[in-house]
């Protein structure tokens, strides 16, 4: 209990954080769906008024024909609300919805770019999906639970103004029954969870089995591996039925109490029903009945949103997981959306600022997870120098550059760009200070244009160019629809030397002051790497170039190499100094494939 | 329009073992809507009794026997779920490990376009869909079309005017709810597509956080994300609005059908046709009728979606291997004797048209017992060679034997035992150790399985494990490294005893003391066996007796390795000078 209930106040901060955000559309949600729950009072109070008149009660005012006319009213009006709040359920809903996602992405990108995610991006996505619809519903049943209270109260004051003693025989069941609800809400997640786990093994079980094709037809396996799959299957069949055995008592107690209470309205009004005048006319026992049904919904209603509820707490955990340390509150900041009127343009990038001198000093990062990354690494890198750092896998080459850039946070290190020390380093390294190709870029389901500019303003012209020297041209000759072409997801309708040089592009068309780019050629055939170096060089012949690479062309070319082992440089030089005096080097230089003869 | 037909020509088989199962089910389900049926009557007789100022005690007979009709009614239920729930899950079980077979014997141009997610879709969630089919069909469609029967016999038993306008009603009310439901559901399908885009496109941003922000392009991102948001309202708001139509439909429509009842209702009772019990009676049938009207109404949608799955399934038991049939000559035990004899292949990707030409008239014979070393760049067929051999695909031309006979009339168990490969990404199932090793097989000895282990200097980190051979291992590397995930794919191959072993070898460094373990387990491995090595590295080259070289599908050069080495103008020499890595490249 004690762990419920420290756990339930933060959802209530973030379910009024919400209601906050929107506040009108809650209010109109809050009385139409008041409204929608007691209206069916009415049809209840007249078919109470058609039986008594049948019996020929004294009470009776109205006439069959002007109880149809109410039943007709009272349906429009019915329909009208229902349409009124359906409109404003889903205005609310979307509303608070959104804002709990645009939070979430926009302080996702605002962490270190190499580690905004904790977990796959398909496990956030459930959680901007999911979770963000199970707190959406636990706010949005809150009016429902308003209607419910507010149907449950006049339907008891109006029976109970007709027989005191039958109304709390029949009402007193359904608490028992919300006790029992709640009991077995523990045993319904239980069971979900084991139909889940049942269920993921099973589908694991088949994916990792088309994964393996190979190794299990070469190995002849394929009976012994569907014995596998048939057991798992069995295990799932056995608690699926469980769970939907439960799920389906749990529905039949909840029909039940109807037919209990039922029963013992005809016990109670066994002796009361007869002749004119009777304690209690058969237009009772229709609006009893009636109202039993209702009033059996409003309580499987509750058992509903307490679970919900619930539901939401853990959503909301996950959703502050995904935050990284921003507290809570920041999914509920409220903003404007901008769903309606104008949008607000894409803000304009920074202001370019000449670079002279980029430094750093003792930058280090350690990996929680593997306890690898560097440690105390310098660089100085002036106007117009070409710079490479080598060193074999697992050296720290790409972690360098990420941490430099702000991709990932530093845990030690100063940056200095123009001698001007740099805090933010994830918000300044951008165009047209900076710009980055990683090792394994990304693209994205847009056209070839929008992936190259983004959002950047720029000249055909200039686009050209940048095509140019990340090599690109000949791949756009042959493209149907040349830069309109859609990239596909994550730009797998292209090569992955077709991506990688796209990304080159990208890098170039922000003509930035720094160019960093991590082991460009690794996904391209000799020629077309070729081709890409010396166009680099003679187009970038004035910028400042930070580079990850062990080929000999760039190595050749670096004003200065900085070897990387176990996260340290080991050596700063040029190629003829370190080819004397470094081992490493040494290594890596003559590893390398001669390939075809080099440009002088 | 429900593809019941369908369904049943699909799942006839897999049904048919429930036989009775499915006639306990059928009765359950009747005799629960017996006891629906049969509840209104108690009640009408209560109600006309009790006015008539019957007998306390009968009153409170009937009143018991309500609640016990009642209680049976929701007990069967449960009960029938239990059945339902039984035959549906056991019989598309089957269904889906028949699939998953049929599938896995398929030709590997099969599986080469299909990723495992797909597989899961098509082996689990379609079938998964089936089965939701069968009991939604079952309980929800017969059942309900059954009460909804019952009820207007009932009614047409108290009268048949009732029973016709009844009658009546109930058919226009259902038209008027599919008809209505059938307006929204492209506007629901439009709201699940923008999520889908919304997802879409989330996803992608999410995996590419690193470009977005060292591109500065965090803006233009949440700039899309606005507009996305900005064409997704809308839409969502309309999906809404369709419920809402369905629901006023839905409040309408039973209006009508309660004043019919008043109407009709003060009209009969006025002539003394209908006692009050009665028209309470008609009264109570009526409000019955919502349930079965909602819930064929509902199931319309689902039901519609059912048909494609099926025929997903089907198509996919009618696909059958391109490899042809196998033979049914036998593999003798001990090395084999290897030909290639004028041997070419290409993938074909689409159904006729064919790919490059990966091998070309490649001709070569190993005697049993000998090691090969199979050299060449990337792409020049040195898999492909492989591939061949364990027949994962079939030549276009000319013929691949061992031991002097075509496996395409050898026995594919024969051949499954006959040939071993080890490749150089190891595929671990999240299974147990032993389950790992031995492929599930269930009669393989812990005795034999620890002996290999042990010979292989793999017993120590057996032991280290939790529970040993039970050890659970995760799915991919399986927490392992690529050096002890080397050594338990030689662990197969030792286990199954092959007289051909095939292997890949590993072409990344590994720490000493793995590869040392590795180099020791590759002697064994070799001995007494045929062996054929695509090699990365000398040391392995020179534990081979013959030399292979390819290039761009040919070969272009064959013979016993010391010979090559001593001519100083083969290309193996020229390998030996350079050194592999440099060459390969």
């Known amino acids: ?110 962490l270190p770019g190499a580690r905004a995610v904790p977990d796959s991006p398909g496990e956030a996505i459930s959680r ?30 109006v029976l109970a103004s007709i027989n005191a003693r039958i109304t709390l025989f029949v009402f007193a069941p359904l608490f028992l029954v919300i006790l029992i609800a709640e009991r077995a809400g523990t045993r319904i997640r239980e069971y979900r969870r084991a139909a889940r786990e049942a269920t993921g093994q099973v589908t694991g079980a088949i994916g990792e089995m088309f994964g393996s094709v190979q190794s299990i037809k070469v190995a002849g396996a394929e009976h012994h591996i569907i014995g596998n799959l048939r057991m798992l299957n069995d295990r799932r069949r056995t608690v699926m039925v469980r769970d939907r055995v ?67 707490g853990v959503s909301y955990e996950r959703m502050t997981e995904l935050l990284q340390g921003a507290p809570p509150e920041t999914l509920v900041v409220p903003r404007d959306l901008e769903l309606r009127g104008e949008p607000s343009p894409v803000p304009a990038p920074p202001e370019r600022e000449r670079l002279n001198l980029l430094e750093a000093r003792g930058l280090s990062y350690r990996y929680s997870d593997s306890g690898g990354g560097i440690e105390g690494v310098d660089l100085h890198l002036p106007r117009g120098s070409f710079t490479v750092v080598t060193g074999r896998i697992g050296s720290g080459k790409t972690t360098l550059l990420r941490v430099l850039l702000g991709l990932l946070d530093r845990n030690g290190g100063e940056v200095l760009w123009n001698g001007r020390v740099v805090d933010d380093a994830a918000a300044f390294f951008v165009p047209p200070r900076t710009a980055y190709t990683p090792q394994v870029p990304r693209l994205f389901s847009m056209p070839l244009r929008d992936n190259l500019l983004m959002g950047l303003d720029r000249s055909d012209g200039e686009l050209a160019t940048a095509i140019r020297s990340a090599v690109l041209e000949p791949d756009l000759a042959v493209m149907p629809d040349g830069l309109d072409t859609k990239v596909g997801p994550l730009g797998m309708r292209l090569s992955g030397g077709q991506v990688q040089r796209a990304a080159a592009a990208r890098m170039f068309v922000r003509q930035p002051e720094l160019y960093v780019f991590d082991d460009l050629s690794s996904a391209l055939d000799v020629e077309t790497e070729k081709l890409l170096w010396e166009r680099l060089f003679a187009d970038s012949g004035l910028t400042t170039s930070l580079v990850v690479s062990h080929r000999r062309p760039a190595l050749r070319r670096a004003d200065q190499i900085i070897v990387m082992n176990e996260g340290r440089v080991e050596a700063v030089g040029s190629l003829g100094e370190l080819l004397v005096t470094n081992e490493e080097l040494q290594r890596l230089w003559s590893e390398e494939p001669v390939g075809k003869p080099e440009p002088a | 329009m429900i593809p019941v037909r369908q369904y049943w020509h699909l799942l006839a088989d897999y049904l048919r073992p429930h036989r009775l199962r499915m006639v306990l089910l059928a009765v359950l389900l009747f005799s629960g809507i017996a006891f629906q049926l049969i509840n209104p009557q108690i009640v009408r007789s209560f109600i006309d009794q009790a006015i008539e100022g019957a007998d306390r005690s009968d009153l409170i007979r009937l009143a018991l026997t309500f609640a016990v009709l009642a209680v049976g009614h929701q007990v069967l239920s449960v009960v029938a779920t239990y059945v339902a729930e039984n035959i549906g899950w056991s019989a598309t079980n089957e269904l889906r490990a028949d699939l998953a077979e049929h599938c896995l014997r398929l030709d590997m141009g099969f599986h080469k376009t299909r990723t495992p997610g797909e597989m899961i879709e098509r082996i689990d969630g379609d079938v998964t869909a089936l089965s939701n089919f069968f009991s939604q069909f079952v309980i929800h469609v017969v059942g309900n079309l059954v009460l909804l029967v019952g009820i207007l016999v009932l009614l047409f038993r108290e009268n048949w005017l009732v029973g016709l306008g009844i009658t009546i009603f109930a058919g226009t009310a259902l038209l008027a709810m599919v008809g209505t439901q059938n307006v929204a559901l492209p506007w629901w399908k439009r709201v699940r597509e923008r999520s889908a885009e919304f997802y879409g496109f989330l996803g992608e941003q999410l995996g590419g956080t690193e470009d977005i922000r060292s591109s500065g392009a965090t803006g233009f991102f949440l700039h899309r994300f606005t507009r996305h948001l900005r064409v997704w309202l809308p839409d969502a708001v309309r999906g809404f609005m369709g419920w809402a139509v369905l629901w006023s439909t839905n409040i309408l429509v039973f209006a009508i059908g309660t004043a019919l009842v008043y109407w009709l209702g003060s009209r009969l009772f006025g002539e003394g046709t209908l006692t009050i019990g009665s028209v309470y009676l008609v009264f109570t049938y009526t409000e019955l009728l919502r349930q079965p009207l909602d819930r064929i109404r509902h199931q319309m949608e689902d039901l519609q979606k059912a048909g494609a799955g099926i025929s997903r399934v089907e198509e996919l038991l009618a696909t059958s291997s391109r490899l042809e049939l196998q033979g049914g000559s036998s593999l003798r035990p001990g090395p084999l004797a290897v030909e290639f004899d004028a041997v070419t292949f290409a993938y074909q990707d689409g159904h006729e048209d064919i790919g490059e030409v990966v091998l070309d008239d490649v001709s070569f014979t190993v005697g049993p017992g000998r090691v090969v070393g199979v050299l060449g760049r990337t792409g020049s067929g040195k898999t492909t060679l492989a591939r061949l051999l364990t027949r994962l695909y079939d030549p276009i031309g000319g013929r691949v034997m061992l031991d002097g006979v075509s496996i395409r009339a050898t026995a594919t168990g024969d051949l499954r035992r006959g040939v071993g490969m080890v490749t150089q990404d190891v595929q671990l199932f999240r299974a147990s150790v032993r389950d790992n090793l031995t492929f599930f097989d269930p009669g393989a000895a812990d005795e034999t399985i620890m002996e290999v282990l042990f010979d292989l200097g793999l017993a120590d980190w057996v032991y280290s494990l939790s529970d040993g ?97 001593a001519d100083p103008d083969s290309r193996f020499s020229a390998f030996l000078r350079a050194g592999l890595e440099e060459m390969l490249a």
């Open chain 1, 1 to 110: 209990m004690t762990a419920r209930a420290r756990s339930s106040v933060p959802t209530l901060k973030l379910m009024m954080g919400l209601v906050r955000f929107a506040p009108w559309w809650y209010t109109g949600n809050a009385i139409l769906w008041t409204l929608v729950w007691v209206m069916p009072v009415i049809p209840g109070l007249i078919s109470k008024e058609f039986f008594d008149g049948l019996t020929g009660e004294e009470s009776v005012r109205f006439g069959v024909n002007a109880l149809i006319a109410f039943l007709a009213a009272y349906a429009l009006g019915r329909v009208a609300t229902v349409a009124l709040g359906m409109y404003s359920d889903v205005n609310f809903r979307f509303r608070i919805g959104s804002l709990l996602r645009r939070n979430m992405i926009g302080r996702i990108l605002a």
């Open chain 1, 246 to 312: 439960l799920n389906s008592g749990l529905e039949s107690v909840f029909w039940n109490t109807i037919n209990i209470g039922t029963a013992v309205i005809l016990v109670l009004a066994a002796g009361a029903m007869h002749g004119a005048g009777a304690e209690f006319t058969v237009g009772d026992f229709a609006l009893f009945v009636y109202f039993l049904t209702f009033a059996t919904d409003a309580v499987h209603f509750v058992g509903i949103f307490i679970a919900r509820y619930r539901q939401a």
């Open chain 2, 469 to 565: 051979l039970d050890t659970q291992l995760e799915s991919g590397s399986g927490g392992l490294s690529a050096g002890e995930a080397q050594l338990l794919a030689f662990t197969r191959i030792f286990l199954k005893d092959p007289g051909l072993v095939i292997l890949d070898e590993a072409s990344s460094r590994l720490d000493p003391a793995t590869e040392q373990l590795i180099e020791r387990a590759v002697d064994k491995l070799l001995a007494e066996r045929t062996g054929i090595i695509i090699a990365h590295r000398l040391a392995t080259v020179t534990r081979a007796d013959e030399i292979l070289i390819l290039d761009r599908g040919r070969v272009v050069e064959f013979g016993e390795r010391k010979t090559l080495a």
């Open chain 1, 128 to 157: 901007f999906r999911d979770d963000v619809e199970h707190v959406e519903e636990a706010v949005d049943l809150t009016v429902d639970m308003l209607g419910t209270t507010a149907f449950s109260t006049v339907a008891v004051i």
